[in-house]
């Protein structure tokens, strides 16, 4: 490719509503354009990389007996009814009328639609295991698209569906997806991409692990006990809290005018927000009011609470609460006539500061199991680093990362509420069980340059690169034989099959090599007068002090070496 015909404008200057590396470079250096929020176009650099991406993923899937195929992105309502989606999801996934007013949606992912394929395909016990996937157009109406590629609403995602006849069976296949998910990454060169235990969330299921890549621009949080080599999103993790011991004292009020908060409160009382319970309260879908108590130093996980209430829930407002028989602000779970869930950073507590249901006074010495004795004891946390872990008791870290995978065991989740049957050994019909396993593919683009960028631009791994080889002509105007010779490598290059983008535009060099440091390719190749005249080539390879010259009869040769070298790391 000839820089003199690719369209893909590089520009000097931060774009102003990027914040992140990849977002950054991927904008500065004309890989993609913004169409609407969390819309893009994708030029040529950026859709040579995504066709990288997905070869190497393609290759991983038909290594473990996938079978490609490719779904509707629009699909009718009826498939959502039919799994209990349509309305069980929020308005993430965008619904609309066709014109005859049928409800139809945009799909975020396809699990009833490889259902509804899967079923009239497949009757017999004997064509069990399979696995289907697609590599397709998803999208999702993100309340917060950012970080450009990371969090989009439009996407490009490899999407598998797998179906058996046993947990067991799914069990060992499941397996096998997470060997392969590894050798994707290895491969796309992030191999520190971490597998970690996660929330089932709207796909449902029993099991579920997402691949994290560690690092601060990621939205997602991390919970790592460096010791026990365990990692858990922050959703679903879980640590120690010790049972205090001691005398359980008399409670005793004492006076807090206008104190409503913990951090007012710590400065008033002069005791750590850990010394004290704080209360949140929430009104679930169906009326009720439930009070949950933590720590005071300690926030309120809700995708916990989700999981032990079951259903839809928002904070409750200053009258919900007083109708319970608690003051906002000064509250406990003392004498309420709600559900009270307390978790057990407080009930494990000892002699505690609460709020004492009366305006402008609060509690000494509270203790859960004396003075809420009805209420019910479950882990609701949010982990925090240095809290201990819940294996070894050695504190915790909290770490950023980018989820650029996940796989999750569906059970019979959608096999089941889509009447999805087999025929077993004995001719009598059974359910199959699931599992799926997704890959962004744009997100994975973009999260190799949050772990492989300088202050430069990307540095991409040769088995992704745009091209493998960046050409640069330099002074062509002052020694008018560089022009010839730049011209045979890249013929020669071509005539090998390896990639190259040639800067043939005879621009300076320092906007050459602040492009090429933008486009992040591996090897880069100088036709200089300097270096020429000895009858050499410079070449640099990208992101390393590694540089130096080679005879202009062995270019080719070297190339070829140093690509076949280089690639052996992604195998």
Not at 145 to 154: H, K, P, T, Y
Not at 374 to 382: C, F, K, R, S, T
Not at 552 to 562: D, I, T, Y
Request: aromatic residues 8%; negative net charge; contains cysteine.
């Amino acid at each position: 490719m000839r820089a003199s015909r690719l369209i893909s404008r590089k520009h000097k200057e931060k774009p102003a509503e990027a914040q992140v590396a990849s977002h950054i470079f991927l904008l500065r250096g004309g890989y993609m354009r913004p169409v609407g929020t969390g819309i893009y176009s994708l030029l040529t650099p950026a859709l040579r990389i995504m066709q990288k991406i997905e070869r190497i993923i393609r290759a991983e899937m038909d290594a473990i007996g996938g079978q490609e195929i490719k779904m509707p992105v629009v699909l009718p309502r009826e498939l959502w009814d039919e799994s209990g989606r349509w309305d069980g999801v929020d308005n993430a996934l965008l619904r609309f009328k066709d014109r005859v007013g049928h409800d139809m949606l945009l799909a975020m992912t396809h699990e009833e639609a490889v259902v509804a394929l899967a079923r009239t395909e497949v009757t017999s016990y004997r064509d069990y295991p399979f696995m289907m996937y697609q590599i397709q157009t998803k999208f999702r109406d993100e309340a917060r698209s950012r970080a450009g590629l990371i969090r989009v609403r439009e996407f490009m995602m490899k999407d598998a569906y797998s179906f058996h006849t046993s947990e067991k069976d799914l069990d060992a296949y499941y397996e096998k997806c997470a060997e392969a998910y590894h050798a994707i990454f290895r491969r796309c060169g992030i191999p520190e991409v971490v597998a970690i235990q996660s929330d089932t969330g709207m796909m449902g299921g029993k099991v579920a692990h997402e691949y994290q890549l560690l690092t601060d621009a990621g939205e997602d949080k991390v919970a790592h006990c460096p010791k026990c080599e365990t990692y858990a999103n922050a959703e679903v993790a879980t640590c120690r809290f010790p049972q205090e011991t001691g005398e359980m004292l008399p409670l005793e009020e004492f006076a807090t005018p206008q104190i409503k908060t913990i951090e007012a409160l710590e400065k008033f009382a002069q005791v750590p927000a850990s010394q004290m319970a704080k209360m949140v309260f929430y009104r679930t879908d169906d009326g009720k009011i439930v009070a949950v108590v933590v720590r005071g130093d300690i926030e309120v996980n809700e995708c916990k609470l989700q999981k032990i209430l079951r259903v839809g829930f928002a904070y409750a407002n200053d009258d919900e609460i007083l109708g319970v028989g608690a003051v906002p602000g000064f509250a406990s779970g003392i004498g309420l006539t709600c559900r009270v869930i307390a978790d057990p950073s407080v009930a494990n507590g000892l002699n505690l500061i609460c709020g004492a249901n009366k305006p402008d006074v609060h509690l000494k010495n509270f203790n859960v199991s004396r003075d809420t004795p009805n209420a019910e004891i479950a882990d609701v946390a949010v982990v925090a680093e240095g809290h201990a872990c819940p294996s070894c008791g050695g504190p915790l870290q909290v770490k950023r990362g980018i989820e650029v995978g996940q796989i999750f065991k569906l059970g019979n989740r959608y096999t089941a509420s889509m009447h999805m049957t087999y025929t077993d050994e004995k001719g009598e019909e059974q359910t199959p069980v699931m599992g799926c396993y997704g890959i962004g593919v744009g997100r994975l683009a973009g999260s190799i340059i949050e772990v492989r960028h300088d202050d430069f631009g990307p540095i991409w791994p040769l088995s992704v690169a745009p091209w493998q080889v960046q050409l640069n002509l330099m002074g062509a105007d002052r020694a008018p034989a560089l022009k010839d010779a730049a011209e045979a490598i890249y013929a020669d290059l071509e005539k090998k099959g390896i990639e190259v983008l040639f800067d043939d535009r005879g621009l300076t060099a320092g906007v050459q090599f602040a492009e090429a440091d933008l486009m992040g390719i591996p090897l880069r190749l100088i036709v200089a007068p300097k270096a020429f005249e000895q009858g050499m080539v410079e070449y640099k390879v990208r992101g390393t002090d590694e540089k130096g010259l080679i005879p202009l009869a062995e270019v080719v040769p070297f190339v070829r070496k140093w690509l076949d070298a280089e690639m052996k790391k992604y195998l």
